[in-house]
C-alpha cells in the first residue's frame, strides 16, 4: 500500500499550484495500484491546517471545500490509516533514535502511521522527507 503525503494532497488541492496536475496524476496513479493507496490522518488534520489558513497561498479554502476534497478522495477509494497502539510511546522513542529534531517530528508521525496501517511506501515531494525503517520513500513528481 501507497501512503500519500500532505504535500501532495495540497498540491492536488490547489489548482494554481505549478504540481497541481502532477499531483493529482501520482494521486490518481497510486490509487490504481493493486496495493492501493491510502492518507494518515495526520495528514488529513495537516492538509487542512495549510489549506484553510487564512494566510494561505491564493485565497484559503473553506472547511467546506477541503472536507469535499477529501471526501473524493475517499470515495475514489482512498483509505485513511490510523496510529497503532503506544504510538506516543513509539513515536518519541523513534525520534529519538533517530535524531529527529523540530518540525520533522511531523514528517516522523506521518510515517510510523503509514506503517501502523500497512504501506511499504510513502508519495511525497519533500526530498528532507524522514526516513524510517519498513518505509520507502518516493517522488512521483520527479
Given amino acids: 500500500m501507497i501512503a500519500i503525503d500532505t504535500n501532495l494532497l495540497i498540491y492536488a488541492h490547489r489548482a494554481g499550484t505549478p504540481e497541481h496536475r502532477s499531483a493529482r496524476s501520482a494521486i490518481e496513479a497510486a ?8 492518507i494518515t490522518l495526520p495528514s488529513i ?8 489558513h487564512p494566510a494561505a497561498n491564493g485565497r484559503p479554502s473553506s472547511a467546506e471545500d477541503a472536507a469535499a476534497f ?7 477509494g482512498i483509505v485513511v490509516l490510523r496510529p497503532g497502539p503506544s504510538f506516543a510511546t513509539r513515536l518519541l522513542q523513534t525520534a529519538a533514535d533517530l535524531s529527529v529534531k523540530g518540525p520533522r517530528i511531523f514528517d516522523l508521525q506521518i510515517a510510523l502511521c503509514a506503517l501502523d496501517g500497512g504501506a511499504t511506501e510513502l508519495w511525497t515531494h519533500d ?12 517522488d512521483p513528481l520527479k
Fill in 127 to 138: 526530498a528532507n522527507f524522514v526516513k524510517i525503517p519498513g518505509l520507502v520513500i518516493h
Fill in 31 to 38: 490509487c490504481g495500484l493493486a496495493g492501493g493507496c491510502a
Fill in 45 to 52: 488534520a495537516e492538509f487542512f491546517s495549510v489549506v484553510t
Fill in 70 to 76: 477529501l471526501a473524493a478522495l475517499e470515495e475514489a
